[in-house]
């Protein structure tokens, strides 16, 4: 089974004083508004490591859900943050870091189970396989 998702980007103009739009085919993002502030300088709009982060949050959350359900647990409440590290290097920038925090509730898990079971979420989403920065996962399973 193949699943082909799309979304596109519009750009006008140069890298600082240019304007770029985001769009996803679900209308989730419809136009929505990107550039060099968004990205650099913290101006409202988005930018593509933000978009990276909330698709590998969802992706690594959703896998976690798939591999409790395989352990015979369900969480009545996840809520993962990825933080993604843009850095300067030589010959330009690169995401070097991912850092997925996860809080739980997951009745019957204990802390052993549980961090098991992110890791092996962790390294089998697969927004996780293609990903070339280092992904680190700090995970809280709260009573």
Request: charged share 20%; with cysteine; proline share 3%.
């Amino acid at each position: 089974m193949t699943i082909v998702r799309k979304a596109s980007a519009k750009w006008s103009g140069g890298l600082k004083d240019g304007k770029g739009a985001i769009s996803t085919e679900s209308g989730a993002l419809d136009a929505y508004p990107y550039g060099f502030a968004s990205r650099f300088e913290g101006q409202k709009g988005t930018n593509p490591e933000e978009l990276l982060g909330a698709a590998h949050a969802g992706c690594f959350t959703m896998a976690l859900s798939l591999i409790l359900g395989e352990a015979k647990l369900v969480a009545t409440e996840m809520e993962t943050t990825a933080k993604v590290s843009l850095d300067q290097v030589e010959g330009g920038f690169a995401i070097t870091k991912v850092h997925l925090t996860l809080t739980a509730k997951i009745p019957g898990a204990d802390q052993a189970t549980f961090t098991e079971l992110a890791n092996k979420a962790k390294a089998n989403c697969p927004l996780s396989k293609v990903i070339k920065a280092d992904i680190s996962l700090e995970a809280t399973l709260l009573a």
